[in-house]
Structure formats: structure tokens, C-alpha cells
Nanobody, 117 residues
Framework: QVQLVESGGGLVHPGESLRLSCAAS??????????MRWYRQAPGKERELVAQ???????EYINSVKLRFTISRDNARKMLYLQMNSLKPEDTAMYYC?????????WGQGTQVTVSS
């Protein structure tokens, strides 16, 4: 069973950038086979999918982060990234890494992102 550990969160001002990382452990399933996603959950709100990247490198984003966020993966290092630019206060949330292998999903513990002036 893969284990995921997120890092890179923090407190930034509006307009600044952060890069989140998610490190995956060794598992029976090769990291490159996972569909990888970033989710976020703001206080009092439901968890929402932010971005995903397939094993082929095809990416999708929710409208509110398009052109600002970039999801990427390094299969050799078993790493997932989320480059977040032009951050807004509404991006404040706990961000979670998710690995999905044909519906078998695994979650990290999350990393907090706070955007405030």
C-alpha cells in the first residue's frame, strides 16, 4: 500500500507562489501507474478536486486554478508536484495528495496553505 507525504505548504501573501510536493513510498503498484490528484479542503467546505495527472501525463484542472496552478509528476523519483502561482485568499485550504489505482485510493495527511495579507 502506497504512503503519501505532502510538504511545501505555508503562509503567503496574495499574488505569491508556493510549490507543493507529495512523496510516495514504495508499493506493490508502480508509482507511474497511479492516477495522481491534488485535492483541497477549506474550513467549513467539502473537499474538492483541484487537479489531476494521468499516468500518461494528461492534466486537468478546476476552472478557478487554470492558468495559475500546474500539476506535474516525476515517476523516477515517485513525486507529485503542484506549482501554485498568483495565489488568492480563496486558495486557502488544506491540500491533499491522492493516488488512485483503478478506484483503490490512498491519501496523504495534507499540507496547509494559507493566503493572507
Amino acid at each position: 500500500q502506497v504512503q503519501l507525504v505532502e510538504s511545501g505548504g505555508g503562509l503567503v501573501h496574495p499574488g505569491e507562489s508556493l510549490r507543493l510536493s507529495c512523496a510516495a513510498s514504495e508499493s506493490r503498484v508502480t508509482f507511474s501507474s497511479y492516477l495522481m490528484r491534488w485535492y483541497r479542503q477549506a474550513p467549513g467546505k467539502e473537499r474538492e478536486l483541484v487537479a489531476q495527472i494521468t499516468k500518461f501525463g494528461v492534466t486537468e484542472y478546476i476552472n478557478s486554478v487554470k492558468l495559475r496552478f500546474t500539476i506535474s509528476r516525476d515517476n523516477a523519483r515517485k513525486m507529485l508536484y503542484l506549482q501554485m502561482n498568483s495565489l488568492k485568499p480563496e486558495d486557502t485550504a488544506m491540500y491533499y495528495c491522492n493516488a488512485d489505482y483503478f478506484g483503490d485510493q490512498h491519501w496523504g495527511q495534507g499540507t496547509q496553505v494559507t493566503v493572507s495579507s
